[in-house]
């Protein structure tokens, strides 16, 4: 089976699992099961590299402190033996609902110090949408049980050309999005449309050394790897490229990191932040020293797809530097202040590429 085949065939039992929850509602958890999937497979993986058999790895749990500062130093992050997506598999019918809820728990506890703005809080979406799922525990069992067994066979490497993973996680964005109606507007850009935008941006920034992109509404984030993916093939190493995303809503926020996350980007190149990109501009600083640290984010790319004609709130910004001189969008409809905004952000040798409304 190709990645069109299976990408075709999970989308088509998953739209029929959904049952009456809306695709935009759904689209957070079977994309959520398939990141912790991405996840669990990852520090398999790692186990083995570093000398582990699969027998020894049924060992690794929480109260091996050492295997488990290893695993946080590399990874950024620590799941137990028990809480593997591996481990729920092999449960069979002893797999439950509390199983996911104690993983979910337990990966929020033991993420790295280092790497909390890239994992912290990024599955509380999927875990406070469980109980959508069915009206009691075992129903919900259920349901988990056939997302988990409908996804297992994704494979899970990051690092081929277009990877069967990010083909797949693309294509069940862009079916929702298409179920979603007026709400796709929301976590996704047409893929032509970031395809078109990407090679505007490549082609102006390909003799660059480094790269600093920003996305002040990045939805799933498949804009900003578009561009990445684009530019690296100018560069020739796409670890010298750094991503910045600004996101209003949360769970849509988490699909942008999961998605730069399991592209195989470095997690120091991103930087995300869970905000409103109008109300309050990117605070760039180091959070034990925000006064010492503080600098304006100026960057190469700032390439968005904002909310159309959507009401803000002009009141007191004719002093904010990103609109004052300029004149202000009307109340009804933001996309000039959108478009201030991105101008504001940009290096003087810098290109942005945006979607507006006609």
Do not use: C
Not at 86 to 101: I, Y
Not at 134 to 143: E, L, S, V
Request: hydrophobic content about 35%; proline content about 4%.
């Amino acid at each position: 089976m190709n990645k069109q085949q299976l990408a075709t065939k999970i989308w088509q039992s998953a739209n029929k699992m959904r049952s009456k929850i809306e695709a935009n509602e759904y689209k957070d958890y079977i994309l959520g099961f398939i990141f912790y999937k991405f996840l669990s497979d990852k520090e398999y993986d790692y186990l083995l590299s570093i000398g582990y058999t699969e027998d020894d790895i049924d060992t690794v749990e929480e109260d091996d402190s050492e295997i488990v500062e290893n695993i946080q130093e590399n990874l950024g992050y620590f799941i137990g033996y028990s809480n593997l997506f591996s481990t729920w598999l092999k449960k069979g019918n002893d797999f439950s609902v509390s199983d996911v809820h104690d993983a979910l728990n337990a990966f929020s506890r033991l993420i790295s110090p280092s790497r909390k703005k890239v994992f912290e809080k990024i599955f509380d979406t999927l875990q406070t949408g469980i109980s959508k799922l069915g009206d009691g525990a075992n129903t919900q069992t259920k349901a988990i049980s056939d997302l988990i067994y409908l996804i297992k066979d994704i494979p899970m490497d990051a690092k081929q050309d277009y990877d069967v993973l990010g083909f797949i996680y693309e294509y069940l964005i862009s079916n929702f999005a298409a179920n979603a109606g007026k709400k796709a507007g929301e976590f996704y850009t047409p893929h032509e449309v970031s395809l078109l935008m990407s090679e505007i941006v490549a082609n102006h920034l390909g003799e660059k050394d480094e790269i600093k992109v920003y996305d002040p509404t990045s939805g799933s984030g498949s804009l900003l790897i578009n561009i990445g993916k684009a530019v690296s093939k100018y560069i020739g190493n796409s670890d010298k490229i750094k991503y910045y995303a600004q996101e209003l809503k949360e769970n849509t926020y988490n699909l942008t990191r999961m998605n730069l996350v399991m592209r195989g980007i470095l997690p120091d190149n991103i930087e995300t932040r869970n905000g409103d990109t109008l109300e309050e501009d990117w605070p760039y600083f180091d959070e034990n020293d925000p006064i010492g640290t503080y600098e304006p984010l100026y960057v190469d790319a700032v390439v968005s797809n904002p909310p159309y004609s959507q009401n803000w709130n002009p009141t007191d910004k004719e002093s904010d530097p990103r609109y004052s001189g300029f004149g202000l969008a009307p109340k009804s409809k933001a996309d000039y202040a959108f478009l201030l905004h991105d101008l504001y952000h940009l290096k003087p040798d810098g290109i942005m590429t945006i979607v507006l409304p006609l």
